[in-house]
């Protein structure tokens, strides 16, 4: 047995020992092979929960319900609201943390209706080298991390997923909109729409793996560097300059390293990881 299917039977095995099972589910690739794999292993014992709010987007949405159809798994919706939460909105350092302990005490009480034994998320391996504060969040209400457990890499997720015929397989890392705003400014509805707007447009040109930063008066393109040259010809950056000038924006800018998920992290100094 090679050291993928390894980690893949440690995963059925833990998952079975479950009497039954909400995945915190947000349409990536984690979430989506978590909650597939709890399924196949649990069945109808196995219930996927997406929360929705302003920062997650109708793309997002769209993606977790392609999903959810091609697995055939038990999943609903319930609704967040970390905006109500001044930490929350304030954007700081530890802006994760409110969001996800909002989502898990609604899971926690959904699994306490529901007579559901336990809450569980999508953290792999990869996870653990990068500043993700909603992690303590997770521990605080003892929400099970199976992937993680199992040892798996998001390499490892993808390439199953890639198997079983997941429609996610190799979607590019997506995160919720408030991470495409600079720490420090306020998170809002109506910033979080200007984002989500900003990126539909990016995507529109053709584009597949991008992030939309928020600086106030600046936005900061980052596009995947195998996709650079094309969003650096001129006139790529004429329709750049249309489109976030109308949303608003006064300076329009392509950073020029690329994409980098986390990129928002480079602000932050002195952080107890």
Not at 69 to 91: C, K, M, Q, W
Not at 144 to 149: K, N, R, V
Not at 182 to 198: D, H, S, W
Request: proline share 3%.
């Amino acid at each position: 047995m090679g050291e993928l299917e390894t980690k893949q039977q440690r995963l059925q095995e833990q998952l079975g020992k479950l009497p039954s099972l909400i995945v915190a589910y947000s349409g990536g690739v984690d979430s989506a092979y978590l909650a597939y794999a709890a399924h196949q292993v649990l069945g109808d014992r196995m219930l996927a929960v997406t929360a929705l709010s302003s920062s997650y987007s109708a793309r997002d949405r769209e993606e977790a319900e392609k999903c959810v159809a091609h697995g055939h798994f038990r999943h609903e919706f319930i609704v967040t609201d970390e905006l109500a939460n001044p930490s929350y909105r304030a954007n700081n350092a530890d802006r994760c943390y409110y969001c996800k302990d909002e989502l898990f005490v609604k899971l926690d009480e959904l699994a306490g209706t529901l007579g559901i034994a336990a809450v569980a998320y999508g953290i792999n391996k990869d996870d653990l080298g990068d500043w993700r504060p909603g992690q303590q969040a997770a521990r605080e209400h003892k929400v099970l991390t199976p992937l993680l457990d199992a040892g798996m890499t998001k390499a490892d997720i993808r390439e199953l997923s890639r198997q079983v015929e997941l429609p996610v397989w190799d979607r590019p890392a997506s995160a919720c909109l408030s991470s495409r705003i600079a720490y420090g400014i306020e998170v809002t509805p109506e910033r979080l729409a200007i984002v989500e707007k900003g990126e539909e447009a990016v995507r529109s040109l053709g584009f597949r793996q991008f992030r939309v930063r928020y600086h106030e008066e600046l936005v900061r393109i980052e596009i995947s560097l195998d996709e650079l040259p094309r969003a650096l010809d001129p006139s790529m950056t004429r329709q750049f300059v249309d489109i976030f000038k109308a949303l608003g924006f006064k300076f329009v800018t392509l950073d020029l390293e690329g994409f980098r998920s986390g990129s928002m992290n480079a602000l932050l100094v002195n952080i107890q990881k």
